[in-house]
């Protein structure tokens, strides 16, 4: 069985992880896809390019990465597919290489896996995303019987699903694919479910790093986030729309019944 990369990838001073973390991406899938934003910068979008077989494009328009990402993926050959945020990505696999090619393999034996976080994991993150994220992870856990952790950037689909998402799924609503996705499958009658993972800890603070960033600088970030307001408001801004996403999804597919 063959399995996908797809992912998004606006760089903010990861090249050269990716670069030196790029040939243990290959040993774990049999393609990579590596969707970018319009506003990445052209010397990030040639390194980028170069990296050998990849698959990498720049779409015209940002809300439309995810769903490019998918598209490009399923005219590959791959039985299954793993979708993920690069920046996510690069942490898990550079700080838990073992649990990713665990999750690797979970994926494999699985319709859609929703991938979140551990509670371990999630001490890493700002209230401000906890609060904001554990609203979203209520409704959905609710709706669809089973508790899972929505926001993650990371999921895992059959060659099935994926099809199945490129021609039903919303092609302008990146944020709204953490629960769209899983909504329309599940009502498509796909067994969708959940794991978490230590892995999907907190990535912001790994930007312009050499390396992961450690406990220490997560923990100052934290305080840094949390007490600014902005912060604050744009993570409830982040969440309605994956809420008000996932709730057409559900109407939608209810109005079809």
């Not at 990579?32 to 980028?48: H, N, T």
């Not at 993926?73 to 979708?83: C, I």
């Not at 999630?122 to 995303?129: E, G, I, L, V």
């Not at 953490?178 to 009502?187: G, P, R, S």
Request: proline share 3%.
């Amino acid at each position: 069985m063959s399995v996908a990369l797809a992912t998004t990838f606006h760089p903010r001073g990861e090249i050269g992880r990716l670069q030196r973390l790029y040939p243990q991406l290959q040993a774990l899938y049999d393609h990579i896809i590596i969707s970018m934003p319009p506003v990445a910068g052209q010397e990030d979008v040639e390194q980028v390019k170069s990296l050998q077989g990849v698959v990498a494009f720049v779409n015209d328009e940002w809300p439309k990465g995810r769903y490019m990402a998918l598209k490009a993926v399923s005219e590959t050959d791959a039985d299954y597919v793993q979708y993920a945020d690069m920046d996510r990505l690069l942490r898990w696999l550079e700080t838990r290489p073992d649990e990713l090619r665990q999750t690797v393999n979970h994926i494999q034996q699985s319709e859609y896996l929703v991938i979140g976080r551990t509670e371990q994991a999630w001490a890493t993150h700002p209230q401000a995303m906890f609060q904001t994220e554990h609203i979203i992870n209520r409704v959905f856990s609710t709706l669809l019987g089973q508790e899972m952790d929505f926001g993650a950037g990371s999921k895992g689909l059959n060659r099935a699903a994926v099809k199945y998402l490129v021609q039903h799924a919303a092609q302008d609503r990146a944020l709204g694919a953490d629960t769209e996705w899983a909504i329309l499958l599940h009502h498509a009658g796909f067994r969708v479910e959940g794991v978490c993972v230590d892995g999907l800890d907190w990535e912001i603070p790994d930007q312009h790093q050499e390396h992961a960033a450690d406990s220490d600088r997560q923990q100052v970030m934290i305080a840094a986030y949390d007490s600014d307001a902005e912060r604050w408001s744009f993570r409830v801004g982040v969440a309605a729309q994956i809420i008000e996403a996932g709730l057409d999804a559900w109407m939608r597919e209810v109005e079809k019944d």
